[in-house]
């Protein structure tokens, strides 16, 4: 009930199941509260909110589409019946285009290669309304004259018309590349659509949509857009949405910082980039994203600045300019906490890890603490919060995976911290840690 995407989700979710009722539709949507069923949760391994599972035949199949009322109903449809809309008539095709994204086959034989090569591409896409027709006054009614492939959208050219081969890969290639605005707002209903795809360079516009500058800096971002269409995905957050403060926190930002602009390169370890400049035109975009593609920008990792009492208390304050070089100082190994200030269970960890800190404040251990909201660190991945590692003055580096009691640190340094502790019996899935997850999945 406290998830905040959960409470995104439900009126989009009441809404499809409103459209299925009213259709006739045998589907059935339901919901259930997982803090008060939690066996149930468990049986199907739900770890993280909202998760969407479809029941058929007593089996589960994991939901794949996307978190508004007509890409659930969209992925719900092609779960249960043909991969493409038969669109019988005009009327029809009027109906169906007036999705925000309706991709339509045109072909006078459906039973042609490139009929079926269309049909497999649209059983493959989750999320995206997928029709077909061999009716003559649909060709002319919607401009077409010969058979093919249009893409019809509510945004930027309206319609796309294929052209290339006609295999299943190579129609899925031309509507992923086109089912994005040029330039699309992040939003929780955009998020599956922007990471649930193959572009893994993003680039993000961090702007203030009522702002008076708004406008143009969206539009230099469209004018590079346009020249990299299906290799970037750009994408514009509102800072003037409480939704967003925790991205901006992500990549070092306060909405005094706005306008700004960072590229990112997703994989097993996200790579961030700041512009040289913080002027927004479509040139320096442009610039901006030629400089990346050739080489020449290194990663921007954030630091803050090295407190000068760092080190007067038990626990050690880490900051990423310097902390390679505490590590190095720290006689017999450092045991860090890598946190998020927001994060509830590591709050809740504050006075164990500083009796910790006090206990061994002259053993020659470094007990520290990093706030990787604000500091990132080259080759060290933290992923969910808290993370804990030891690092060994030989430069091994152990994952602690223990109990997050003060004895099970105590026992685990104590015995030289060799491996990666006993995990705690019955370790449930930490609900901030999903919260961060989703975030860096997104972002």
Same mark, same amino acid.
């Given at each position: 009930?406290?998830?905040?995407?959960?409470?995104?989700?439900?009126?989009?979710?009441?809404?499809?199941?409103?459209?299925?009722?009213?259709?006739?539709?045998?589907?059935?949507?339901?919901?259930?509260?997982?803090?008060?069923?939690?066996?149930?949760?468990?049986?199907?391994?739900?770890?993280?909110?909202?998760?969407?599972?479809?029941?058929?035949?007593?089996?589960?199949?994991?939901?794949?589409?996307?978190?508004?009322?007509?890409?659930?109903?969209?992925?719900?449809?092609?779960?249960?019946?043909?991969?493409?809309?038969?669109?019988?008539?005009?009327?029809?095709?009027?109906?169906?285009?007036?999705?925000?994204?309706?991709?339509?086959? $045109? $072909? =006078?034989?459906?039973?042609?290669?490139?009929?079926?090569?269309?049909?497999?591409?649209?059983?493959?896409?989750?999320?995206?309304?997928?029709?077909?027709?061999?009716?003559?006054?649909?060709?002319?009614?919607? =401009?077409?004259?010969?058979?093919?492939?249009?893409?019809?959208?509510?945004?930027?050219?309206?319609?796309?018309?294929?052209?290339?081969?006609?295999?299943?890969?190579?129609?899925?290639?031309?509507?992923?590349?086109?089912?994005?605005?040029?330039?699309?707002?992040?939003?929780?209903?955009?998020?599956?659509?922007?990471?649930?795809?193959?572009?893994?360079?993003?680039?993000?516009? $961090?702007?203030?949509?009522?702002?008076?500058?708004?406008?143009?800096?969206? @539009?230099?971002?469209?004018?590079?857009?346009?020249?990299?269409?299906?290799? $970037?995905?750009?994408?514009?957050?509102?800072?003037?949405?409480?939704?967003?403060?925790?991205?901006?926190?992500?990549?070092?930002?306060?909405?005094?910082?706005?306008?700004?602009?960072?590229?990112?390169?997703?994989?097993?370890?996200?790579?961030?980039?700041?512009?040289?400049?913080?002027?927004?035109?479509?040139?320096?975009?442009?610039?901006?994203?030629?400089?990346?593609?050739?080489?020449?920008?290194?990663?921007?990792?954030?630091?803050?600045?090295?407190?000068? @009492?760092?080190?007067? =208390?038990?626990?050690?304050?880490?900051?990423?300019?310097?902390?390679?070089?505490?590590?190095?100082?720290?006689?017999?190994?450092?045991?860090?906490?890598?946190?998020?200030?927001?994060?509830?269970?590591?709050?809740?960890?504050?006075?164990?890890? @500083?009796?910790?800190?006090?206990?061994?404040?002259?053993?020659?251990?470094?007990?520290?603490?990093?706030?990787?909201?604000?500091?990132?660190?080259?080759?060290?991945?933290?992923?969910?919060?808290?993370?804990?590692?030891?690092?060994?003055?030989?430069?091994?580096?152990?994952?602690?995976?223990?109990?997050?009691?003060?004895?099970?640190?105590?026992?685990?340094?104590?015995?030289?911290?060799?491996?990666?502790?006993?995990?705690?019996?019955?370790?449930?899935?930490?609900?901030? @840690?999903?919260?961060?997850?989703?975030? =860096?999945?997104?972002?």
């Amino acid at each position: 009930p406290w998830c905040g995407h959960c409470k995104a989700l439900a009126p989009e979710f009441a809404k499809a199941a409103t459209t299925l009722k009213e259709e006739g539709s045998a589907l059935k949507l339901g919901k259930v509260d997982a803090t008060v069923e939690s066996s149930l949760a468990e049986k199907f391994g739900v770890r993280g909110y909202p998760t969407l599972k479809f029941f058929r035949g007593g089996n589960a199949l994991e939901y794949g589409g996307g978190r508004v009322a007509d890409e659930i109903v969209a992925w719900l449809k092609k779960k249960t019946g043909p991969p493409a809309e038969d669109l019988a008539d005009t009327a029809a095709a009027d109906a169906f285009t007036t999705k925000d994204v309706a991709v339509i086959g $045109f $072909f =006078k034989d459906q039973e042609s290669a490139e009929a079926k090569a269309f049909l497999e591409c649209a059983s493959k896409m989750d999320g995206v309304s997928f029709g077909i027709t061999s009716n003559a006054e649909v060709f002319t009614h919607l =401009k077409v004259e010969k058979d093919g492939v249009v893409l019809f959208k509510k945004f930027d050219e309206l319609r796309n018309d294929f052209e290339g081969e006609y295999d299943a890969d190579t129609i899925q290639a031309f509507v992923k590349s086109n089912q994005l605005p040029y330039v699309v707002e992040f939003t929780p209903e955009s998020a599956q659509k922007i990471f649930g795809g193959d572009i893994q360079k993003h680039v993000l516009l $961090f702007v203030d949509s009522k702002s008076d500058d708004f406008q143009p800096k969206k @539009d230099a971002m469209t004018a590079a857009a346009k020249e990299h269409r299906g290799v $970037f995905i750009f994408i514009y957050i509102d800072t003037n949405s409480e939704d967003n403060e925790r991205i901006l926190e992500f990549f070092g930002l306060k909405k005094a910082d706005t306008p700004a602009i960072r590229l990112i390169q997703l994989g097993d370890n996200m790579l961030k980039y700041k512009p040289p400049t913080d002027e927004i035109t479509a040139d320096s975009v442009k610039s901006f994203v030629k400089d990346f593609i050739d080489g020449k920008l290194k990663p921007h990792l954030q630091s803050d600045e090295e407190a000068a @009492d760092w080190d007067a =208390k038990g626990v050690k304050v880490l900051v990423a300019k310097t902390f390679k070089q505490r590590i190095a100082e720290a006689e017999k190994g450092a045991f860090v906490e890598f946190y998020a200030p927001w994060c509830g269970h590591c709050k809740a960890l504050v006075p164990i890890w @500083d009796e910790l800190g006090e206990n061994y404040k002259d053993s020659g251990y470094l007990i520290g603490k990093c706030d990787s909201t604000a500091n990132e660190i080259e080759d060290i991945k933290v992923q969910s919060f808290p993370t804990i590692k030891f690092f060994h003055p030989d430069g091994k580096v152990v994952d602690y995976s223990g109990e997050r009691t003060l004895e099970g640190f105590t026992k685990f340094l104590d015995g030289g911290a060799v491996d990666s502790g006993k995990p705690a019996a019955g370790d449930e899935a930490d609900e901030d @840690d999903d919260d961060e997850d989703d975030e =860096k999945d997104e972002l």
